[in-house]
């Protein structure tokens, strides 16, 4: 079965209109302090920033069947969300099952976003039921330090995330062992590496592209298959988005694991 030409570039696309909204802002941001070229982190940083302003609510929206199963019925005590962005995740939070909605963004410029996304939902600081932690995901000792100590976390969400984390593999082993608790419940919707070796080769020809333009984000990790093979679990099912063509490039796996109790 051959990709139609559309979806072969449909990443070019994206990354276009990313670029159109972006890129003026950064170069201002950049211009007003010229010492950022020496931190370019901070630079992919803003521009994702700008990015994620036009596309997290349709991002959203075009995963919302698939987190309204799995995050309002599996969301209980903290829920941990790595690379919150907006803190969209706390939109799907049940107040009555959710104790408190800890953030993890290390872009600060998202901060505000996931205040504002969170009160929506009742998650406040003020109350003691919203925390952000401005860390990677990869900063295991740091969350746990601010988190109050080892295994303070019922539920660790991962929505659009993991594709992003620098060394996945051995961060979300780490988080699982040091952050979760024995018994709590891991779950993700990512974007993935396709079984297609047709659609493979298209998400591993953009990977490097998509990469540089969007923060570190990868179209071409079996994030599921990582998952699926820790030595963690007590039970675990992946599944897929509903009606969604197997020949995307954004081809997505929805994940619900529970951690052993000993």
């Known amino acids: 079965m051959n990709i139609s030409t559309a979806l072969r570039l ?8 990313a670029i159109g909204t972006a890129f003026v802002p950064t170069l201002i941001a950049v211009l007003k302090n010229p010492l950022l070229v020496l931190r370019p982190y901070e630079i992919s940083r803003i521009f994702m920033a700008h990015v994620w302003k036009l596309y997290g609510d349709g991002t959203d929206a075009n995963g919302r069947p698939a987190k309204q199963e799995l ?3 599996n969301c209980s005590g903290v829920v941990l969300d790595i690379g919150a962005g907006h803190g969209h995740t706390a939109l799907y939070l049940d107040p009555t099952k959710v104790t408190k909605y800890v953030a993890l963004e ?41 988190l109050g100590g080892a295994h303070a976390v019922n ?7 993991l594709c992003t984390v620098p ?5 979300l082993a780490a988080l699982v062992r040091d952050v ?10 990512e974007h993935v ?10 998400q591993r020809f953009w990977a490097p592209v998509w990469a540089y333009a969007m923060d570190g984000c990868r179209l ?22 509903p009606d969604e063509p197997e020949e995307h490039l954004f081809w997505h796996r929805v994940g619900r694991f529970v951690k052993k109790s000993a």
């Open 155 to 161: 539920t660790l969400v991962s929505i659009l995330s």
């Open 180 to 189: 979760l608790k024995p018994g709590g419940t891991l779950l993700f919707y």
């Open 220 to 241: 071409d990790r079996p994030t599921h298959v990582w998952v699926e093979k820790m030595d963690a679990w007590a039970e675990g099912s992946v599944w897929g988005k």
């Open 167 to 171: 060394d996945p593999e051995p961060t």
């Open 71 to 73: 995050l309002p019925s």
């Open 106 to 146: 290390p872009n600060a410029l998202m901060h505000d976003e996931i205040r504002s996304t969170a009160a929506k939902q009742g998650f406040t600081e003020a109350a003691g039921t919203l925390q952000i932690l401005p860390y990677g995901a990869e900063q295991t000792a740091l969350i746990v330090s601010a």
């Open 193 to 202: 590496l396709s079984p297609r070796p047709d659609v493979a080769w298209w």
């Open 10 to 17: 449909s990443p070019l696309e994206d990354l276009k209109t």
